[in-house]
């Protein structure tokens, strides 16, 4: 079986200095332990421009900032450098024109004992500067040019004082390095290249002897300054950009004078923002044009002229971009990239946006894929529709499409059903009822959604879904509530069908997904005494939910058994009963295919079954094995309703079956199956549509260690392992769901992963 990864969907780490371009088309960003390569494409028959992600890559820790440049200079290759919340470097080889080849060169820098917050990497001498959370000063490292070694290495002391920021540039043999620290100055530092070198060229590893040289200190701003960006220009003067706390950002000219060496000299102060500036950036487009790019916490980044190359120009705010509006947290970096006709930015919230040049100083922003910023809890698939939805500790509910853009297709955010005041733990839809779903979080109620005029548009305009959805008014989040409020009347819904029906690329933007497409709340169901944390729905009409929370007791644990009814009238949902089987918290629950089971598993490390009853609608416990040593994390039916998969963080998953005897049901093992790590999600279906053999049956399996595996059964085998995903293509932390799910369109087998890396990952599988 071949697996190959379709899209990433993962937002961005929420760090200052995680984003970064290599070239005008791939675009990097980090998040948890892993780095995200997405690809830039410009569709000419719609001008629309795409940025989907192609390649993981995973790294042993988390990462909080990185750095690129090309290398060789004139080749097609990027080495980007990466910081940990560990205080070591990882260094990375990236070649641009294929990303597969993409590999981890070294990683056994280890700078500083608290997380870097920065890093800069000079290939002009070698260099590698990085700067932590901590007092211990800034760390300068010679590195060999073939295996990236540390071969020199010079400490610059700060005085005791925190480096919040860094930045380096080479002159010649001098390296001026910029530092932001925690008295809110700007101090500027010159080392002697040449000692470094010359001491790198012995045999050990060593510390140089040699110190840097304090030759600028600014005047203190008002608050804190967080970035800083160098410029060597091309008439010879280095030019600094500093942005503040203050909402200013404030430029030094670094000049050589021809008796008493460098001298900075403040140069201007910008002030365009209206909130904290987290990012900075220079670069020189033309001999005699300058541009910088500052974002800010108030939702905007704007880019800065001064012609005449800085020298006596004046700096102006000749563009502006970025969300006006909206709930959202403010910009918490920028990027542009090395040709300036594409620019990146991502939030405090994680959400990544783009724009292309399109001439003329015009902007246009593109589509891009991007996803949770917390760990993601819970995954479920509209049959119907073909969309995923995925909810998590970030307090959303996301829905996710395949678009087709041009003449590419891509996997895109369509929509944010909720977004909430509390962590949710799960999410359901109702197969055969596509526009509607439940979900549960870190409260005592489960919610019941129906999906909007707007979204049902928005859907139906990009990618083609054809069918019947509901059709309620716009929704809304009031001030101080948590319920998606249905608006009684329709105003300002035909400005916000225009706005699709015209097929711009902003509909797929931060501020239109969270003001624009929520889904109206049509039910709460209350009857839990703790937090909820997992939720069933049965296959057909009439639709039954199961849901169960957070327990330490046989009475907090019962899973109570919902009466829907019809999907049209999710306001009549009524409880039927709850039914007491587990002693702890249950982790999962699963209607059989043909609703006539119930499956549960649980942290009592048992599973029950019961019997679903329908008129009444009632359950009856039928058996409840206790066969496991650790937690029951995963429970999944086969097609065949009379077979059904556990997994367990005892490592193993075991294939049980329904045995019915003398009017009495049971539960029998079948066979299991063991792994090096956890088990901890498990789903299971057919490879042909319609087909009940178990022998035909894809089985995922989820680790601990963020591994995902395809097994398959057979009587006179066993379980096999039919594929094992590579390194590049797992999570880096624990599975917490997965998904299997045939497209009928396409007829493809789809595996979605949930994961507390913080992604979704969607996969295709071929036999």
């Not at 503040?244 to 404030?250: G, I, L, Y």
């Not at 929520?518 to 039954?544: D, I, M, R, V």
């Not at 932390?733 to 045939?742: C, E, P, W």
Request: net charge negative; with cysteine.
């Amino acid at each position: 079986m071949d697996v190959s990864l379709v899209t990433c969907l993962a937002g961005v780490s929420r760090t200052p200095n995680c984003v970064t371009w290599l070239d005008d088309e791939v675009l990097v960003h980090s998040y948890h332990h892993s780095l995200s390569l997405s690809r830039a494409v410009t569709h000419l028959d719609c001008d629309w421009t795409t940025v989907s992600s192609q390649l993981t890559l995973n790294s042993p820790t988390t990462i909080t900032c990185l750095h690129s440049l090309q290398y060789p200079p004139a080749g097609g290759v990027s080495l980007l450098v990466t910081g940990h919340s560990n205080g070591s470097l990882s260094l990375w080889r990236i070649p641009r024109d294929c990303l597969e080849e993409s590999c981890l060169l070294s990683s056994a820098h280890k700078c500083h004992a608290s997380s870097v917050n920065s890093v800069q990497l000079s290939l002009t001498h070698r260099l590698l500067c990085a700067t932590s959370c901590s007092a211990s000063g800034v760390l300068l490292q010679v590195v060999s040019q073939h295996d990236f070694t540390v071969q020199c290495s010079l400490t610059v002391d700060t005085g005791g004082r925190v480096c919040l920021q860094a930045d380096a540039v080479s002159v010649g043999e001098t390296l001026f390095l910029s530092l932001a620290l925690d008295d809110c100055r700007l101090h500027v530092f010159s080392v002697d290249t040449s000692s470094l070198s010359a001491a790198a060229g012995t045999d050990e590893q060593q510390q140089s002897e040699q110190k840097a040289r304090r030759i600028y200190s600014s005047e203190a701003c008002d608050d804190w300054i967080r970035a800083i960006s160098s410029l060597v220009c091309r008439d010879g003067r280095v030019l600094l950009a500093a942005g503040s706390q203050d909402s200013t950002v404030r430029l030094f000219t670094l000049r050589r004078l021809a008796q008493s060496g460098w001298v900075v000299e403040p140069e201007s102060v910008l002030s365009g923002h209206t909130d904290k500036v987290f990012s900075v950036q220079l670069v020189q487009r033309e001999a005699d044009l300058l541009l910088l790019l500052s974002a800010s916490l108030d939702r905007t980044l704007i880019l800065w002229h001064c012609d005449g190359g800085g020298g006596g120009g004046c700096w102006e705010d000749r563009v502006r971009m970025g969300d006006i509006g909206g709930n959202d947290l403010g910009l918490f970096g920028a990027r542009v990239s090395p040709g300036c006709s594409m620019l990146a930015a991502y939030s405090y919230t994680g959400s990544l946006s783009c724009w292309r040049s399109g001439g003329g100083g015009q902007w246009t922003q593109a589509v891009v894929s991007s996803g949770h910023f917390r760990p993601v809890t819970g995954l479920a698939w509209d049959s119907a529709t073909g969309c995923l939805f995925s909810c998590g500790k970030d307090m959303l509910t996301r829905v996710y499409s395949r678009v087709r853009i041009g003449g590419l297709e891509v996997w895109q955010e369509v929509g944010r059903p909720q977004v909430h005041g509390y962590e949710l733990s799960d999410v359901t839809t109702f197969p055969g009822s596509p526009g509607y779903l439940a979900s549960a979080g870190d409260e005592k109620v489960v919610r019941a959604f129906s999906c909007t005029h707007n979204f049902a548009s928005c859907l139906q305009s990009f990618t083609g879904v054809s069918g019947r959805l509901p059709s309620v008014h716009p929704a809304s989040v009031p001030s101080l509530g948590l319920s998606n409020k249905s608006l009684s009347s329709p105003e300002g819904d035909s400005g916000d069908s225009r706005l699709v029906f015209n097929g711009q690329s902003s509909c797929f933007s931060n501020a239109f997904l969270s003001e624009h497409t929520l889904w109206a709340e049509q039910s709460k169901l209350y009857g839990h005494g703790n937090e909820l944390f997992c939720l069933a729905a049965s296959h057909g009409e009439p639709y039954l939910l199961a849901s169960a929370c957070k327990a330490s007791s046989p009475e907090t644990a019962a899973i109570i058994l919902w009466s829907v009814g019809k999907c049209s009238d999710l306001s009549a949902t009524s409880l039927v009963a709850s039914y007491e089987s587990h002693t702890l918290t249950v982790t999962q629950l699963a209607f059989s295919p043909d609703d006539r089971y119930l499956l549960s598993g649980s942290r009592d490390r048992a599973f029950s079954l019961f019997s679903v009853h329908r008129d009444p609608p009632s359950l009856t416990l039928l058996a409840k094995t206790e066969h496991h040593r650790r937690i029951i994390w995963g429970v999944a039916w086969f097609p065949d309703c009379t077979h059904f998969v556990t997994g367990s963080r005892d490592k193993s998953v075991v294939i049980w079956g329904v045995v019915q005897s003398e009017g009495s049901v049971a539960t029998e093992r079948v066979t299991s199956h063991s792994f090096q790590s956890g088990v901890t999600a498990v789903d299971v279906t057919s490879h042909a549509e319609g087909c009940s053999d178990i022998g035909n049956c894809v089985i995922a399996v989820g680790l601990e260690s963020g591994g995902i595996l395809l097994l398959s059964y057979s009587e006179a085998g066993g379980i096999s392992v039919l594929h094992e995903l590579s390194s590049n293509l797992i999570h880096c932390s624990d599975v917490n769901r997965l998904k299997l799910f045939t497209d009928e369109t396409s007829e493809q087998l789809l595996l979605a992963s949930a994961s507390n890396d913080t992604s979704v990952k969607i996969f295709k599988l071929t036999r």
